[in-house]
Antibody
Framework: QVQLVESGGGLVKPGGSLRLSCAAS????????VTWIRQAPGKGLEWISY???????YYADSVKGRFTISRDNAENSLYLQMDSLGADDTAVYYC???????????????????WGQGTAVTVSS | QSVLTQPPSVSAAPGQRVTISCSGS????????VSWYQQLPGTVPKLLIY???ERPSGIPDRFSGSRSGTSATLGIAGLQTGDEADYYC???????????FGGGTKLTVL
């Protein structure tokens, strides 16, 4: 069965850095796009970034230049390097498997079929 | 303020049907496919609808989705108290080159 297990969350001071990991199992990791999504306390879902099987990467504007997504297919792992953290980055961070398809010449389908349990990041002094 | 607009809350009685709207624009819902997620209290979001109207295995047919123009709609029939949750729409935006989530809608089953 598909499993995604995040780790690396914790308490970090403003301006600090943190690296999240997501260990995947139950599917051929190298064949899939994977993503990070976060949810601030009491707030909605916010997409952060995804990396395709071919290592094409997209970021949300809110994290561009501060966060770096990467993957290690040999380790079946996804990573998120987070730098210059601020209070607004406090959230539960989820990794998820992405189903990504170009359906017509101009339309795409992007959705998240399996999610991890999340890891909490708190940015506070 | 989300680019995809959902009502903050909806409510209905058990057994009734409720719809949740998701309004976007030509570069997102108007072009790309919409998905819906259910987040029960204290749990991880779960895929409910993909490809505008398809249900993953295990999702009951009480849940339905549709898309028309730049809006999408999630329908839930035969409401149960266990359906109380936050519901989110999601799609790709071809102009912004980002994934968008709606702000979420809290469903209360009275």
């Amino acid at each position: 069965q598909v499993q995604l297990v995040e780790s690396g969350g914790g308490l970090v001071k403003p301006g600090g850095s943190l690296r999240l990991s997501c260990a995947a199992s139950g599917f051929t990791f190298s064949d899939y796009c994977v993503t990070w999504i976060r949810q601030a306390p009491g707030k909605g879902l916010e997409w952060i970034s995804y990396i395709t099987a071919g290592r094409i990467i997209y970021y949300a504007d809110s994290v561009k230049g501060r966060f770096t997504i990467s993957r290690d297919n040999a380790e079946n792992s996804l990573y998120l390097q987070m730098d210059s953290l601020g209070a607004d980055d406090t959230a539960v961070y989820y990794c998820a498997r992405v189903r990504l398809a170009r359906r017509t010449a101009i339309s795409y389908n992007v959705y998240f079929d399996f999610w991890g349990q999340g890891t909490a990041v708190t940015v506070s002094s | 303020q989300s680019v995809l607009t959902q009502p903050p809350s909806v409510s209905a009685a058990p057994g009734q049907r409720v719809t949740i709207s998701c309004s976007g624009s030509s570069s997102n819902i108007g072009t790309n496919y919409v998905s819906w997620y259910q987040q029960l209290p204290g749990t991880v979001p779960k895929l409910l609808i993909y490809d505008n109207s398809e249900r993953p295995s295990g999702i009951p047919d009480r849940f339905s989705g549709s898309r028309s123009g730049t809006s999408a709609t999630l329908g839930i029939a035969g409401l149960q108290t266990g359906d109380e949750a936050d519901y989110y729409c999601e799609t790709w935006d071809s102009s912004l080159r980002v994934v968008l989530f709606g702000g979420g809608t809290k469903l209360t089953v009275l």
